[in-house]
């Protein structure tokens, strides 16, 4: 069974970091895009960064670059998403997802056929 684990979560304070994990089982990420995606409340959506394990391409949306690091351990079969200097903007419910095709994008989430559950990042003032 595909199944994708995000965990690290929690409540953070402007300015903090916190790493964001996405745990794998069921497949193997070697060939597989894993992005990360996030929904404010009230908003839709959106695309967060994302890596392609095929040729180690990484993907940022601009609102997060220079922030947010995607990075994989594929021994662990897990992504990680480490994010610095957070804004209360941040606060959302941030999902991992995986695109069997192996490509990475962070404009559409039609090519991820794998969700997980997702894990909630509040950011206070």
């Known amino acids: 069974e595909v199944q994708l684990v995000e965990s690290g979560g929690g409540l953070v304070q402007a300015g903090g970091s916190l790493r964001l994990s996405c745990a794998a089982s069921?497949?193997?990420?070697?060939?597989?895009?894993i992005g990360w995606f996030r929904q404010a409340p009230g908003k839709e959506r959106e695309g967060v960064s994302c890596i392609s394990n095929m040729d180690g391409r990484t993907h940022y949306a601009d609102s997060v670059v220079g922030r947010f690091t995607i990075s994989s351990d594929n021994a662990k079969n897990t992504v990680f998403l480490q994010m610095n200097s957070l804004k209360p903007w941040d606060t959302a419910v941030y999902y991992c997802a995986a695109d069997p095709a192996g490509y990475c994008t962070v404009v559409a989430a039609l090519p991820y056929e794998y969700w997980g559950q997702g894990t909630q990042v509040p950011v206070s003032s």
């Open positions: 069921g497949f193997t990420i070697d060939d597989y895009g």
